[in-house]
């Protein structure tokens, strides 16, 4: 059922023209730097993005730069915030862009539709931040905001609940100002009606309309499905050191992390003992060898339980592990991409 959300554009514009947060890609009238923004904001906190954007747009300050950047360099320069295909597909947007669009954003938020990695949240935030054109931006933010403000009791993970909202929002959206009701909504979510803790609902323009805040439903909604149980893998990580230089190997081009660089590791948890029986096995006698300790990481339907050893060789002995290259520390950290997952082992080099 369709809902009328039109008493709370004009709190909305007032309160954000009043208490907009200042951000580095804001008031550029850039969409490149809207569209990076974007994407990097997905599943990032804002503090952790800042420093990320700063030196993205240096490195690539335009879409053609982005478009025939090194692919290592670019997720070199991604290192840390996860969620690497964010990246690969803003890359193949770019090649698009410049192929077909001569190297700028398309003013039309259906063909904004059509470029890899862009979905109707910022397919919505583009058009209406840089361009200017009445559309929605609906995310987690939004939808929260609303669900709480009408008291509803929606699952919020449903797609037809969002397109739902998105349907009805689009009504509501000004001819003017769309971006900024749009980035109120954003501010709104981030700073006063937050997602985890309680929210600030004394400070919010929109409170006397709030039904979860008049009715003390903030626990309660929004309503959000369990997730599916995460899978446990077990590995095991090596740092094979030798002559001040460290094996890594290139992971596949598809899958979790692809194309990334990690250290050599079984998919299994070793013991000492069995450790050292596979190096004899493959004919590895002369190491030393140091436990490093566990490590963890948490993906959205996996999680990794690791145990770490370094391994140190004489020479470059390891002929057992396919693809290995050989590098420096201070090489590691200026070129290699490695993912966040192995962070427990990065910071013992």
Not at 103 to 115: S, T, V
Not at 126 to 147: E, F, H, M, T
């Amino acid at each position: 059922m369709s809902t009328d959300y039109g008493f709370i554009v004009n709190d909305l514009l007032d309160w954000y023209d009043k208490n907009a947060r200042e951000l580095p890609w804001r008031n550029q009238s850039n969409p490149y730097f809207t569209w990076v923004s974007e994407i990097m904001l997905q599943q990032t906190r804002v503090e952790a993005v800042k420093g990320y954007f700063a030196r993205f747009v240096k490195a690539f300050p335009t879409i053609k730069d982005l478009a025939t950047a090194d692919p290592d360099q670019l997720l070199k320069l991604w290192e840390g915030l996860g969620y690497y295909n964010r990246v690969r597909n803003m890359q193949k947007a770019a090649i698009t862009v410049v192929e077909q669009y001569n190297g700028e954003l398309p003013r039309d938020y259906h063909a904004l539709l059509k470029l890899s990695g862009i979905g109707t949240y910022t397919a919505g935030a583009i058009a209406s931040i840089a361009y200017q054109i009445p559309v929605p931006a609906v995310d987690g933010n939004v939808l929260r905001v609303i669900k709480r403000l009408t008291g509803s009791y929606d699952d919020i993970t449903l797609p037809k609940v969002k397109k739902e909202l998105e349907e009805d929002m689009l009504k509501i959206m000004p001819a003017k100002h769309s971006g900024d009701l749009n980035q109120a909504l954003m501010d709104l979510g981030a700073t006063i009606c937050i997602p985890n803790g309680k929210p600030n609902c004394e400070q919010c323009p929109l409170n006397k309309k709030c039904k979860a805040f008049q009715k003390n439903l903030t626990d309660e909604i929004p309503v959000k499905s369990s997730k599916k149980k995460r899978t446990i893998e077990e590995k095991t990580i090596f740092l094979l050191e030798c002559n001040g230089k460290y094996a890594l190997h290139k992971r596949f081009d598809k899958g979790l992390l692809a194309g990334l660089w990690e250290f050599p590791n079984m998919n299994e948890a070793l013991s000492i003992e069995k450790l050292e029986s596979i190096l004899s096995e493959h004919g590895i006698h002369e190491y030393e060898l140091e436990l490093l300790g566990p490590g963890k990481h948490i993906f959205s339907h996996v999680q990794w339980h690791m145990i770490g050893y370094r391994i140190h060789l004489p020479k470059h002995d390891f002929e057992w592990m396919e693809d290995l290259v050989w590098v420096t520390k201070d090489t590691i950290a200026k070129e290699y991409a490695i993912p966040t997952a192995f962070k427990a082992y990065t910071s013992q080099l």
